[in-house]
């Protein structure tokens, strides 16, 4: 995980050049690490939690606002941003294709399909489907490649109604995703 934090901040109903839906949510955040700036806001009724998950690398993590994230992990949704690293041959494909080869091994139950694409501006976000995938979790990922990086938005429920309840949440979510630059400088003090 290249992510090296996030940083919550209001955003009023700004023009959004990268394709994403313009929003008007004080619950935003930007994204930042080696190679990657992005942003996002949390659909409406859900709120950003931006430390909840850091020891295990993931700076924006989504639940139900009212909710906490056990809640939401224990019997729940949550959702959230991972970002990788883009080797030279690592494309959206190969990654999808390696994120089903190991939900299948780990859980030789599961079953993954393709979801319908996520539209973001005039780009179509692949979405990977996992029924039930880890954990015993219905999940579903996005997979945006960028020039250095890979983003991955993912959604997962403890049930299936839960699922298809907060799937709009998560389309909501990926289309207010605007990457902002590759280029970041990080001062370390």
């Known amino acids: 995980m290249l992510a090296t934090g996030v940083y919550a901040h209001a955003q009023q109903g700004t023009p959004n050049a990268g ?8 619950n935003c955040g930007l994204l930042y690490g080696e190679d990657h700036a992005l942003t996002f806001c949390a659909p409406d009724g859900w709120v950003l939690d931006n430390g909840v998950l850091n020891d295990q690398g993931i700076y924006a993590v989504f639940y139900r606002a ?14 959230y941003f991972n970002v990788v690293g883009r080797q030279p041959d690592k494309t959206v494909e190969k990654l999808m294709n390696g994120d089903a080869e190991q939900v299948k091994h780990d859980a030789p139950g599961s079953v993954v399909n393709p979801v ?6 005039d780009v179509s976000v692949p979405v990977l489907g996992f029924a039930p995938g880890a954990f015993s979790r219905y999940e579903a990922v996005a997979y945006i490649g960028e020039k250095k990086v890979l983003v991955m938005v993912v959604i997962s429920s403890k049930t299936k109604a839960l699922f298809d309840h907060d799937y709009s949440a998560f389309v909501a979510l990926v289309q207010s995703y605007k990457f902002l630059s590759s280029n970041v400088t990080i001062q370390h003090k």
């Open 19 to 26: 394709g994403g839906k313009d929003t008007k949510n004080d």
């Open 66 to 79: 009212g909710s906490n994230f056990k809640d939401a992990k224990d019997s729940g949704t949550f959702m």
């Open 116 to 121: 319908d694409p996520i539209k973001i501006g």
